[in-house]
């Protein structure tokens, strides 16, 4: 099955968003994290059994989703109940709402760098936002726990993603155990984004849920989707899981009126892929380390860039050293490769690299890179 990724999947003229930025010119598109595969096969045949039956009508969330959900769980270490799960139709939604839900006595802290909706969602927020900026140690992006602490306020919120995009961090037990003594003592509250959980690229790393370490639980909304893992990103289909039976009342109500339900094809397709979908993915993570080893042996040895080891994505993010400009996605753009400007994550001079594409394509880049970088200096 995993010849299936070399075959390259022309997304031109299909309303791609990653590809139609640059329709007509000649720039491969390495920017947003959005996959270059076909989807699995079971998606489509689920598909097509709906629309041989023909009815599109409004759309409960079927039982058997939510067990599957609480079974994939299970098998994560987390037992949790069918009822803690909100169905969504984005995981941008929840970012955006989870203001709402913040009394304004409340001051929110956001790491850097971040996924930019994080970004923007702070930015147009009227409450206190309070900024971490991780650090670098030993190839990873880490929080300074002795920092965090003297910065975050009582009953305040912070932002967290694991596995960090777009540093690829996958945060050990006894990382989120101190960073829950944190939580803890302050009285704070965490929206843990989980969205590139199924992208553990070694089996010597593990994902572990912030909620399951003690005294979490009712502190944490989880967001998740599977729509990075299977590529199915334009079905609109999410969730989030609150055990804090308040939290979940409030935010529900919130919600209430103007935030839709995730489509009928969304339903349909991440319950396709929970119950089908495991040897696609387990191929997927097999050919994305081949990807990963092949940028990694392309550029390490470079002096002039520093590369931060995705472990938990398939994004590459690394800083161009003394760079002569500041424009740098322009920079590239000019040399025919499309990236994330690091600015957009809240971290000037960092840029980043979707290499969720096949490795043909990867090897047109890389030459496109290394003269980029060769003009930088």
């Known amino acids: 099955m995993k010849k299936i990724f070399n075959i390259p999947l022309n997304r031109k003229n299909t309303w ?38 023909g009815g599109y009508g409004y759309t409960d969330i079927p039982q058997e989703l939510n067990e599957e959900i609480v079974h994939l769980y ?27 839900l913040i009394m304004d006595t409340q001051s929110v802290i956001v790491p850097r760098p971040i996924y930019p909706p994080f970004l923007n969602a702070a930015k147009h927020s009227n409450k206190k936002i309070i900024f971490h900026d991780l650090e670098r140690v030993d190839g990873r992006l880490v929080y300074n726990f002795d920092k965090l602490s003297q910065e975050a306020e009582d009953n305040s ?9 777009p540093g690829g961090t996958i945060f050990s037990k006894d990382e989120l155990e101190d960073l829950a003594k944190i939580i803890s003592k302050k009285n704070m509250y965490v929206l843990s984004d989980e969205i590139h959980s199924d992208f553990i690229l070694s089996s010597l790393d593990q994902h572990i849920h912030i909620a399951t370490i003690e005294g979490m639980a009712d502190r944490v909304i989880t967001i998740n989707s599977l729509s990075k893992t299977f590529n199915i990103a ?19 109500n919130i919600l209430k009126g103007h935030t839709p339900s995730p489509s009928i094809f969304g339903l349909i397709a991440t319950l396709a892929c929970l119950k089908e979908g495991s040897e696609w993915k387990n191929d997927l993570l097999e050919y994305l380390n081949i990807n990963k080893e092949f940028l990694l042996n392309e550029f390490s040895s470079r002096k002039d860039i520093e590369i931060i080891e995705p472990k938990g994505t398939y994004l590459l993010w690394f800083k161009v050293l003394n760079a002569k400009t500041e424009k740098l996605q322009e920079h590239f753009e000019k040399f025919g490769v499309g990236l994330s400007d690091g600015k957009d994550f809240g971290k000037a001079g960092w840029m980043r690299l979707n290499f969720g594409t096949n490795l043909e394509l990867l090897t047109q880049a890389a030459p496109r890179i290394h003269k980029a970088l060769d003009d930088l200096v």
């Open 157 to 165: 919120w912070l932002m967290f993603i694991n596995p960090h995009n």
């Open 74 to 100: 299970k098998k994560n270490n987390w037992l949790i109940q069918d009822d803690w799960i909100v169905w969504l139709p984005g995981l941008e939604t929840v970012i955006h709402q989870i203001y709402n």
């Open 234 to 252: 334009g079905l609109n289909c999410a969730f989030c899981i609150i055990p804090n039976q308040l939290m979940r009342k409030k935010f529900k």
């Open 16 to 53: 791609s968003t990653k590809w139609d930025l640059y329709k007509n010119k000649d720039i491969i598109p390495l920017w947003v994290a959005d996959m270059d595969f076909k989807s699995p096969d079971v998606v489509e045949k689920a598909f097509k059994k709906r629309i041989e039956h």
